[in-house]
């Protein structure tokens, strides 16, 4: 790893979700070593449910060393495969290597990806540096440092015991969607701004269909149904872990009201909610009916982002990850952002290593990675409002809403191949730039391969 100046700057994160904790790993790789993590939770457990990691990240993460950790959790995905509501097929794209990356798409469950970053982090970090049940409460700084606040959650209001502040050069936050940092620099934004779409997701094991590493992508803007497997284990065992969602538009269009309504991540809920008008539907080898009826629990997420910002950095304050970027689950994209964005941080802070106690000098560093990031990731949010890639679905319903004997009649194939490939060069994993990388970063990967034959 590459030295850095004595005193070191301390670098503050806030989150622990998979931005913090990618931050924290990259900067550890870049040669830091004065990082702590802060997570508002008191327990890290296996929350959420199916998450994608496209191939532009999982090099990053290949870089980091953790690819043999990754291909244990998660299932390399070989295929995404679109359907109309009546099940007849759109679009089947090869993903990650069938594509002709040189490294896989990842589908894996969110908490158990959470864990092994968590694991990385510690390990590299020390134990010591990553401080569970310390929420983000506030920040003060001046020229030469910025001092982070904190407090423990659950305790009775107004006795929120407050704890030990950390001073440091350097603040990240990565407290995802519902910022306190962002709360604090743009009081007036006011919560997430609901899409008017229902996710109800859940996750049962049964026996693989396609490929048994194959995407289900059906129906359109406003009733979908999608399915992935996410487990390397279950796979090693023959069978499918799969993950999927259910979405359906529960608030009109034309309302102007975008509050999310009130729910729990955390919490089940009843089936009757959402499963009615899935009933017939079934496409893949897969029958949703089926695939709901045999899940023990479902949970429901609105569908929320955020509306672009233009400073992300306010002096030594930056934010990264859905702080930042919130943007719908279309295009499989939230982790990968935020994964990249903790590329780009990192490198930025490792370029001014040496003159970093200059004035100035950490501002403008962490300015030149929101300049990096920020224009790509608006864009993606703003192309996730317009469907993303799952425009290819709400053509072939606004062209044929009964359905079609060949999906070329209805949209052309040069047509229907460009909307992914559009999305691809926004969202920042086309092939060509991806392999590039791949090749001429190999050197990093392998610093890890020679740790780890050292450590047996
Ligand atoms: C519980 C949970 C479940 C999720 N499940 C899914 C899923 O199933 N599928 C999917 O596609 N996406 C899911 N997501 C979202 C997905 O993880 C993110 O979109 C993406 O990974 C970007 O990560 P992030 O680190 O920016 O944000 P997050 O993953 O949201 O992480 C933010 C972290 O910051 C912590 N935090 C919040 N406030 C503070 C504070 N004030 N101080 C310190 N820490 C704070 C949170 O507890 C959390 O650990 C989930 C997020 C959460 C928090």
Known sequence: MPFLTDPQPRIIIAGAGIGGLSTAIALHAAGFTDIHLFEASATLTTLGVGINVQPSAVLILRNLGLMPALQEAGVETEELNFYSRHGHPILSEPRGQRAGYE???????????????????????????????????????????????????????????????????????????????????????????????????????????????????????????????ISGRSARRGASLVNWIAELRVRDENDPDVTPPPTDWTKRVPKERFAGPFAKWACGGLLMADLIDSTESVFEFPMCDRDPVDRWTFGRLTLLGDAAHAMYPIGSNGATQAIIDAETLAARLAD?????????????????????????????????????????????????????????????????????????????????????????????????????????
Not at 118 to 125: G, V
Not at 188 to 215: D, H, K
Request: overall charge neutral; some cysteine; proline content about 6%.
């Open 103 to 229: 490294v896989p798409q990842f589908s894996v469950h969110r908490g158990e990806f959470q864990m092994l970053l968590l694991d990385a982090a510690k390990a590299r970090l020390g134990a010591d540096h990553v401080h569970l049940d310390h929420a983000l409460v506030g920040y003060e700084q001046n020229a030469t440092s910025i001092t982070a606040r904190f407090a423990r959650r659950g305790a009775p209001e107004g006795e929120l015991p407050s704890i030990p502040s950390m001073t440091g050069a350097v603040l990240v936050a990565a407290d995802g969607i519902n910022s306190t940092a962002r709360r604090l620099l743009y009081p007036q934004e006011g919560p997430p701004r609901f899409s008017g779409r229902m996710l109800w997701r859940g996750c049962v094991e049964r026996e693989p269909y396609l490929t048994g590493a194959s995407m289900v992508w059906a129906g359109h803007a406003n009733q979908k149904f999608i399915a992935y497997p």
């Open 352 to 456: 001014v290593a040496a003159t970093w106690q200059q004035a100035g000098v950490v501002e403008r560093a962490l300015t030149a990675y929101q300049d990096t990031r920020l224009p790509p990731t608006s864009q993606i949010v703003m192309a996730n409002r317009a469907n993303g890639p799952d425009h290819v679905l709400q053509l072939a319903h606004e062209r044929a809403p009964d359905g079609f004997a060949n999906v070329y009649d209805v949209i052309p194939k040069d047509e229907l191949e460009s909307i992914g490939a559009a999305y691809k060069a926004i969202a920042g994993f086309e092939k060509d730039a991806v392999n590039k990388k791949a090749l001429d970063t190999e050197h990093l990967a392998k610093r890890f391969e020679v740790s780890e034959v050292k450590a047996v």
